[in-house]
T-cell receptor
Framework: NAGVMQNPRHLVRRRGQEARLRCSPV?????VYWYRQLPEEGLKFMVY????????ESGMPKERFSAEFPKEGPSILRIQQVVRGDSAAYFC??????????????FGQGTRLTVV | ELKVEQNPLFLSMQEGKNYTIYCNYS?????LYWYRQDPGKSLESLFV?????AVKQEGRLMASLDTKARLSTLHITAAVHDLSATYFC????????????FGTGTRLQVTL
């Protein structure tokens, strides 16, 4: 759905660099989720945020990965010192309320990260 | 930990044929979702199944949910090429009420 904007769409980073992925949710949506999709696999939950709060980060690797959703501006997923295994598509989704999915929640088009 | 399994993982079928994709999940949940993903694209919501026995139909696709068996099916009737995509089922974790757990996906290829 065009309402969730992710950028960049494609990102190439060398090993050891930082990757910064941005997600602007649908206007009025205060719940943001990040998912990672490895090639030929389903989406794996990473983190759930509300404005200025991380609610559930149980799917985030303990090191190198962080996420934020500031009061103003987009949500950011940051990956420090990237490795080849970080190459994946990262999707952001937003919803207007907790636990609302289906047609009321939308996924962005994803950022495809390639680590070389 | 909630696990969601789909089968088959890959399905090649001829136009006009019928087939069913299966989605099994490991723990109790009352909400199941089906999504479609085209290559390089985002996910499109197809169906939301909220209760035992729920059946939804849209065009050539029909989805059903059996919460007692922890099983959902996506039935394709008289497939057409435009249905070629990857289909995911996803289950809502009732404990957190926040995150969806996705199946591995079924890549459907409809051939002429």
């Amino acid at each position: 759905n065009a309402g969730v904007m992710q950028n960049p769409r494609h990102l190439v980073r060398r090993r050891g660099q930082e990757a910064r992925l941005r997600c602007s949710p649908v206007k009025g949506h205060s719940h943001v989720y990040w998912y990672r999709q490895l090639p030929e696999e389903g989406l794996k939950f990473m983190v759930y945020l509300q404005k200025e709060n991380i609610i559930d980060e149980s799917g985030m690797p303990k090191e190198r990965f962080s996420a934020e959703f500031p009061k103003e501006g987009p949500s950011i997923l940051r990956i420090q010192q990237v490795v080849r295994g970080d190459s994946a598509a990262y999707f952001c989704a937003s919803s207007p309320a907790l636990g609302v999915w289906g047609t009321e929640a939308f996924f962005g088009q994803g950022t495809r990260l390639t680590v070389v | 930990e909630l696990k969601v399994e789909q089968n088959p993982l890959f399905l090649s079928m001829q136009e006009g044929k019928n087939y069913t994709i299966y989605c099994n999940y490991s723990t109790t949940s009352d909400r199941l979702y089906w999504y479609r993903q085209d290559p390089g694209k985002s996910l499109e919501s197809l169906f939301v199944l909220l209760s035992n026995g729920a059946v939804k139909q849209e065009g050539r696709l029909m989805a059903s949910l059996d919460t007692k068996a922890r099983l959902s099916t996506l039935h394709i009737t008289a497939a057409v090429h435009d249905l070629s995509a990857t289909y995911f089922c996803a289950v809502l974790n009732t404990g957190t009420a926040s995150k969806l757990t996705f199946g591995t996906g079924t890549r459907l290829q409809v051939t002429l």
